[in-house]
């Protein structure tokens, strides 16, 4: 059982401190080389093994933390797909009639679902039916400022900017091919996404690019174009389409960093006092 003598503890760091005095005033070599052996060896490594565990330690903890947050995100989306995707198929069943037999229909399923602006169909490049515009024959690109052609004749999940009725509001697009030129849609606003991303981002000052197949990112978090970036790390969702890039700049690291060395110190200083009397036994032995 090792006994630690406390009396044996201060005089060891009053040694310390009077040999660091001989090196200043006296210039004493012999001294110093005792006080710098000592020092390097009871200071120094521990000082440096503890500084290296705190980075990775730290590292493997924001590491962690990015990915929970970026699978809450993704998570979140994915069911705003399947309820969005559930639309759309129920709109897409009403095909074969005309748009003013289906229209109050389309305003139901629009209004009652969660986080659906409009459902439609598009037929050609024409809007021909919508909950919003009604049974107005609109052209996609004026509406949408893009074209819905979709030669895989899969579903696919695109964002845009903006549209005509509502300009400068980003808005993610849910296309299902039916055939014969015709497709449904549900559209969704973004600030659904947005107010979740705002939400995650307090805790690390993270930056969300989120990406669809085709289309503008929805970009949140602050803007850290000038910052030096510590983690980035891409995550995909095949069930929404989704590519998630998380930027983390460095100074998120310091709040981890502060938290490990303050648990590793005490544990370092133990190191010290270990190794000061294994040195000490040692010396012992020798003489």
């Known amino acids: 059982m090792l006994i630690i003598d406390q009396s044996a503890i201060t005089r060891f760091y009053w040694q310390l401190y009077y040999n660091f005095l001989g090196c200043i005033t006296l210039m004493r070599g012999e001294t110093c080389m005792v006080f710098n052996k000592k020092m390097f060896v009871l200071i120094i490594i521990p000082g440096i093994l503890g500084v290296l565990l705190s980075f990775a330690m730290s590292i493997f903890q924001m590491n962690r933390d990015t990915t929970i947050t970026a699978g809450i995100l993704l998570k979140q989306l994915d069911n705003v797909t399947q309820i969005v995707k559930h639309t759309t198929k129920l709109t897409s069943i009403l095909v074969m009639k ?12 629009g209004a009652l679902t969660p986080y659906v602006r409009t459902t439609g169909l598009i ?3 024409f809007q021909i039916c919508s909950s919003v515009s009604g049974f107005k024959k609109m052209n996609v690109n004026d ?23 509502v300009p400068g ?8 091919p039916i ?12 600030r659904y996404i947005y107010d979740l991303m ?21 970009i949140s978090g ?9 983690l980035k790390r891409d995550f995909n969702s095949a069930i929404s389409q989704a590519r998630l890039t998380v930027t983390t700049p460095m100074i998120s690291l310091y709040p981890y960093i502060i938290s490990n060395v303050l648990y590793i110190l005490p544990l ?14 040692w010396m012992s032995r020798k003489m």
């Open 169 to 176: 509001k980003t808005a993610i697009v849910f296309l299902m």
């Open 98 to 109: 005309p748009c003013k037999d289906i229209l109050e229909q389309l305003i139901v399923n």
């Open 143 to 165: 509406v949408y400022g893009t074209s819905f052609h979709n030669k895989n004749k899969e579903s696919r999940i695109v964002s845009i900017s903006g549209t005509s009725f």
């Open 198 to 218: 705002d939400v995650l981002d307090d805790e690390n000052d993270d930056s969300f690019s989120l990406r669809f197949t085709e289309g503008p990112a929805i």
């Open 222 to 230: 602050v803007n850290n174009n000038d910052r030096l970036y510590m």
């Open 123 to 125: 037929e050609n490049n």
């Open 179 to 190: 055939g014969n030129d015709m497709t449904a849609f549900s559209i969704v606003e973004s």
């Open 268 to 281: 370092s200083i133990i190191l010290s006092f270990i190794l000061y009397f294994l040195w000490q036994h």
